[in-house]
């Protein structure tokens, strides 16, 4: 379980970009969702140990993370998709999932497993550098594959899945995290698709850096209505 205890964040400029979330992610599938500069991405690197909040307390399983690293807390079970994910060159996309997964001598089919499950073709991939040969979506996709291949996951943060992704290999991922959920492993996806706010469990409304509504679709879909309409 995550706790974000009355999480505040301020750039260098002494901008306020959040301000007093507190939230509790449990064994569910939650969307954040809500108006573009409203504090969402902020607050998945908050999450990940990208950035350090300015004021507030992460907790994961009852332990305090606000100080760890982002490398200490990947080794804790968060794991995160960056909106644009990061190239690699001189490492294979075999290289990169042996490694999520922790283990350096998985076998070319354990490898294309993870790609097949986020509808690539793995005899056309396995062997390719992480580089930019590669496009954004093909990147993301391999990016959600090493996600996968983690086993000790216990919180995986999506920071929108969907920029980048042909509708096609989009139904795919909205499979993949169906599984996952199922798995019940915690998953918390940032996104505007109307798609993932239907089957996540809950959806929670930022904007303007604090949290406005938190609740089933049902719930929370009229107000984000209203907010978007004022901005």
Known sequence: ?????????????NRE??????????DRFVAITGPNGGGKST??????????????????????????SITERARRGISYA???????????VKDLICLAAG????????????????GLCAVDYVNREVDASLSGGELKRIEIATIIARQTTKLAVFDEPE????????????KVFEKMHAKQQSIMIISHQERILNI???IVLI??????????????????MDVAGSC
Request: proline share 4%; with cysteine.
């Open 163 to 174: 920029a980048g992704i042909d509708l096609w290999s989009f139904q795919k991922l909205i």
């Open 207 to 224: 904007a303007d850096g604090s949290i406005k509504k938190v609740g089933s679709r049902a719930e929370v879909l009229p107000e984000l």
């Open 43 to 68: 607050l998945a690197k908050i999450i990940a140990g990208i950035y350090t909040p300015t004021s507030g307390r992460i907790l994961l399983d009852g332990e305090d993370i606000t100080a760890l």
């Open 1 to 13: 379980m995550l706790e974000l205890q009355h999480i505040s964040y301020e750039t260098e400029e």
């Open 17 to 26: 970009i959040l301000h007093d979330i507190s939230l509790t992610i449990q």
């Open 103 to 118: 283990d350096p001598k998985l076998s070319t089919s354990g490898v294309c497993k993870y790609l097949s499950e986020v």
């Open 82 to 92: 960056f909106q644009q994910p990061v190239r690699f060159k001189g490492i294979t």
């Open 200 to 202: 996540a469990d809950e």
